[in-house]
């Protein structure tokens, strides 16, 4: 069977790093997805002691997320455009020193980011190089615009430009449109959640809270033949509704993404 993995940002965010990672772990988990950036060091401490947390207790980190803020820069000259460029390598040389394969990085922000250009495929081509040296794959996510993923797939001949599915940003972003049909090929990691549609909006619930027909999906996905199968959900309103614990939350999480994975994931699994 794949490995299982959930992201670390998944809610109890007052709660020990530690108490988190060891909850992950006895819920099941074999691995886990970690945010690679300073925004939360605060709570957390840096990724690197982050990192340092998920191998003491037992869990393997094979994708990381890169910084979504400064998203726009990667497009546009200037000071804030190189120091993305920089921190974007930086980020995979420190991935690849600790063996993450997968380094997920957005190539849009909302509606702030200026149409793909010259610019943004020149620093993602920089990029491309220290992901060769580091052996990191830098995996794009499906956001809301594909042309950006398409425009640097056309153009960068690399097999570390590979591509990171979420069934959830396809669900409320791109419900008309197939990035895993169109970009399937590149496949490398995915972010498993679930949301009740455009309306509703990126709501990041547990598979089986919202309107994406996991039956289908699974099948999909078991085309790829991933390594793993990943978890981005986070405790929602509806687990607080019912008084999760956060052992309650993290081992019901688990029984929906084995069930996800064989194909029997029915929506509504509370």
């Given amino acids: 069977m794949p490995s299982l993995g959930q992201s670390f940002s998944f809610g109890f965010y007052e709660l020990p790093v530690a108490a988190r990672m060891r909850a992950i772990r006895d819920a099941g988990f074999d691995d886990v997805m970690l945010w690679w950036g300073d925004e939360y060091s605060e709570a957390d401490g840096a990724p690197r002691e982050v990192f340092e947390s998920a191998v003491k207790a037992g869990l393997r980190v094979r994708t990381a997320h890169f910084p979504t803020v400064e998203t726009p820069g990667l497009w546009r000259e ?56 580091y052996d990191v794959d830098i995996a794009l996510e499906n956001t809301r615009f594909l042309r950006y993923n398409q425009y640097l797939y056309d153009h960068v ?60 999906l699974s099948a999909r996905l078991a085309e790829l033949s991933p390594e793993a199968y990943n978890l981005e959900s986070c405790y929602s309103a509806r687990d607080e509704q019912q008084n999760l614990s956060m052992e309650e939350y993290l081992a019901r999480s688990h029984a929906a993404l084995k069930l996800l994975v064989r194909g029997a994931l029915k929506r509504d699994i509370a």
Avoid: Q, W
């Fill in 78 to 133: 200037g000071a804030a455009g190189d120091a993305y460029e920089r921190a974007l390598i930086e980020a995979l040389r420190t991935s690849g020193e600790r063996g993450i394969e997968h380094l997920v990085v957005h190539v849009t922000k909302g509606f702030e980011t200026p149409p793909p250009n010259e610019t943004g495929l020149r620093r993602m081509l920089h990029a491309v190089e220290a992901a060769e040296k």
């Fill in 157 to 216: 001949d690399s097999d570390r430009m590979r591509f990171c599915f979420d069934c959830g940003h396809a669900n409320c972003y791109t419900p008309d449109e197939d990035p895993l049909g169109r970009f399937g090929d590149r496949f490398a990691t995915m972010h498993l959640h679930d949301n009740r549609g455009a309306l509703a909006g990126d709501e990041h619930m547990m598979p089986g809270y919202g309107s994406i027909d996991f039956v289908r």
